[in-house]
């Protein structure tokens, strides 16, 4: 169920959904790969972007990478205000903590929190 939430899928993009997810008023964006795994528990104010939706020069002129794949995994919490950005991974279980922004993959079973999200618990179990 994804009550209130706005996805934006551009051309070329694509959007997989998993089973039992939910996400209340929050912000999808895709223009190249979202993945949102089963039974993940999604807070209102996220945003979950896989683009920068504009090409950014490096110091030499050449184009970086506008779009990045996103995969979460199955049964991840991410709690109200993060931001998730193009090219993470975020393992299974775990647990994403209200306002962080995520630039790096996560692991299974961890808890992250801050500016850039950085793991501040392992092993982690959330029902």
């Known amino acids: 169920m ?3 939430a706005a996805i934006v899928v551009v051309d070329g993009g694509k959007l997989i959904l998993g ?12 223009a190249n790969s979202i993945t949102i795994g089963d039974n993940c528990a999604i807070a209102g104010d996220v945003l979950i972007q896989d683009t920068d939706f504009h090409p950014i020069l490096d110091k ?17 919490w991410i ?6 950005l193009k090219g993470v991974t975020i393992g299974d279980g775990a647990i994403i903590a209200a306002g962080a922004v995520v630039t790096k993959d996560v692991p299974a079973r961890c ?17």
């Open 2 to 4: 994804y009550e209130g």
């Open 19 to 30: 089973r039992n997810s939910y996400m209340n008023e929050s912000l999808i964006q895709c």
């Open 60 to 76: 030499d002129g050449n184009h970086k990478a506008v779009s990045k794949p996103i995969v979460i995994g199955d049964n991840v």
């Open 79 to 84: 709690c109200a205000k993060a931001t998730i």
């Open 111 to 127: 808890l992250v929190a801050g500016n850039p999200a950085k793991v501040v618990r392992e092993n982690v179990i959330w029902k």
